[in-house]
Nanobody, 123 residues
Framework: QVQLAESGGGLVQAGGSLRLSCAAS????????MAWYRQAPGKQRELVAV???????NFADSVKGRFTISRDNASNAVYLQMSFLKPEDTAVYYC?????????????????WGQGTQVTVSS
């Protein structure tokens, strides 16, 4: 079983920065993308940034130039550096891992979610 745990959320003023971290725990190897999604009150969950297993990255238009995503494959972690934050970035941010995971029980296609971390940007 793979578990994702986020950290780093909080309250920040507009224009400030935050760094979110997500670590995947469990005994596994695999080929999977790691991504950050967010969900604001009353809105659908949306993709913020993704880091593929091959090293590629992609960002939502609303965060391009302000957010960066990086991953540490050795520690099964992914990070989201958020700069020049805006009030509209306020949301619960979720870590996601999607792809092929191999444990002692075998290899399976899976999609995992973290519990989420609140980011609040004040104006």
């Amino acid at each position: 079983q793979v578990q994702l745990a986020e950290s780093g959320g909080g309250l920040v003023q507009a224009g400030g920065s935050l760094r979110l971290s997500c670590a995947a725990s469990g005994r596994f190897v695999g080929s999977y993308a790691m991504a950050w999604y967010r969900q604001a009150p009353g809105k659908q969950r949306e993709l913020v940034a993704v880091a593929t297993s091959g090293g590629g990255t992609n960002f939502a238009d609303s965060v391009k130039g302000r957010f960066t995503i990086s991953r540490d494959n050795a520690s099964n972690a992914v990070y989201l550096q958020m700069s020049f934050l805006k009030p509209e970035d306020t949301a619960v941010y979720y870590c996601n891992a999607d792809g092929d995971f191999c444990t002692m029980l075998g290899c399976y296609r899976r999609n995992y979610w973290g519990q989420g971390t609140q980011v609040t940007v004040s104006s």
